[in-house]
Nanobody, 119 residues
């Protein structure tokens, strides 16, 4: 059974930092790229970052480039999102996602972790 469990969210002041983690189980983690998404109240879910299966390539949404870093530890089945210089507009529920398990169209999501940036 595929499981993705996010943690690390919380309340932080503008300019602060947080590190999110997503622990995966139920599949061969090192074989799959991983995504971080976020959804703010009243807005559609948007992709924040992606990292390839071995961590050699990655990409970011334009509004988080130079502030967020995605990383993974395949020995720990964990993908991270390190967030710096946080802004109020980063407030959202953050989710990790894996696609392509068993079929091209499959996707699995965690339950999310809330990040709130406010003074």
């Amino acid at each position: 059974q595929v499981q993705l469990v996010e943690s690390g969210g919380g309340d932080v002041q503008p300019g602060g930092s947080l590190e999110l983690s997503c622990v995966a189980s139920g599949f061969t983690f090192s074989h799959y790229g991983m995504h971080w998404y976020r959804q703010a109240p009243g807005k559609e879910r948007e992709r924040v970052a992606f990292i390839s299966s071995r961590g050699r390539t990655w990409n970011y949404a334009d509004d988080v480039k130079d502030r967020f870093t995605i990383a993974r530890d395949n020995d720990k089945n964990t993908v991270y999102l390190r967030m710096h210089s946080l802004k109020p507009e980063d407030t959202a529920v953050y989710y990790c996602c894996v696609r392509g398990l068993g079929s091209v169209s499959s996707e699995y999501w965690g339950a999310g972790t809330q990040v709130t940036v406010s003074s």
